[in-house]
């Protein structure tokens, strides 16, 4: 989906740092260091420990993991004892396993995109075996084929269209970070930052009423690109609010017009109604539930599941080729951003 020569263009080195602190979880972002420790034998028994990344340690001595397993509890304990974003755990010998099964999967010929995909399946297989990682991403992350993923690219976002995204810093005094995507042949040809159009809007003039405004920057991307297919703007802490808060968040800062998705395909349009109907629904089906026989509340929880079900099979929601609803993938992952909101409300 990404061009293997992809077009780099109109970048602001403030913009793309503060795209990585905001889209990057606060463990890996604040914490960017990693212990890697080697086991052995059943029950897993570590042998070796290296603390990498930032004031890497090298070598440590086994006593300072506190190991008691590689639950996904014990991994935590370890990674808050040393301070490090993440914990990895090897059987010895997979490095070797995982080279041969890959290198045997991959071709010359395989977009780079592919070969990602097989080598994160290779991977994944021995999750709970012979890996085990803190936060536990080999469990949450899927790992779907190219086909599925592209077919997807390709419903949802038109060839000759440009994805639009742009963050306001709270003070409205200019754009936080922003993004241009040009899609072409069924791949991102080009990635470019506002100055690519800046001589056509003015940045501060945009931050400072970015509602009004907003519409000059589709123009511009139209005029000097493609026409936008999707258009997202939104401030900065309304962004972080819907990436840690309650799944009707979103609905809820819609309704108010707190973000605007202009232009917004009809797909996510359903997928947006959807959401205003389970922010409504969703606390009134909890007061409502809690007068209700737990037998019946079961029975209601089935019909709703089995209805899921039918509308992915149906081939109706957007996401049906890939095999996973990225919505509930992010419910998931949301967590680990949840210490980021706390640390900006901290810092106001």
Known sequence: ??????ELAGLDARHWRNAWRLFTPPGVRDRPRWALIVVDGTPPRPIKAV????????????????????????????ASRLDVGAVIVVARGLFAELAREIDSALRLDQHGAEQALITWRAIKLHAGRALWVHPPLLELLPAPGLDPLQRTFDLLVPDGSALVGYVIEDDRQRVHTAVIAIKEGGQITRVLGHRAIADLVDERQLASDWRRHRARVLAAVEERFAKPAIG??????????????????????????????????????????????AAIAGRAASMLASMLPQRTRDRASALRARAETALKESGAHPFALLGFDPLALWAELKRYYRDDARSAKGAR
Do not use: Y
């Open 1 to 6: 989906m990404l061009a293997p020569d992809v």
């Open 51 to 78: 603390i990498g990344g930032d004031r890497a340690r090298g070598a440590i001595e086994l006593v300072e993991l506190g190991w008691t397993s590689a639950e996904p509890a014990a991994l935590a304990a370890i």
């Open 232 to 277: 997202v703007f939104v401030e900065r802490a309304t962004l972080l609010g819907v990436m840690t808060g309650p799944s009707d968040q979103l609905a809820r800062e819609l309704d108010a017009d707190r973000i605007a998705i202009d232009p917004a395909p009809a797909w996510l349009l359903g997928l947006l109604g959807g959401a205003a109907v």
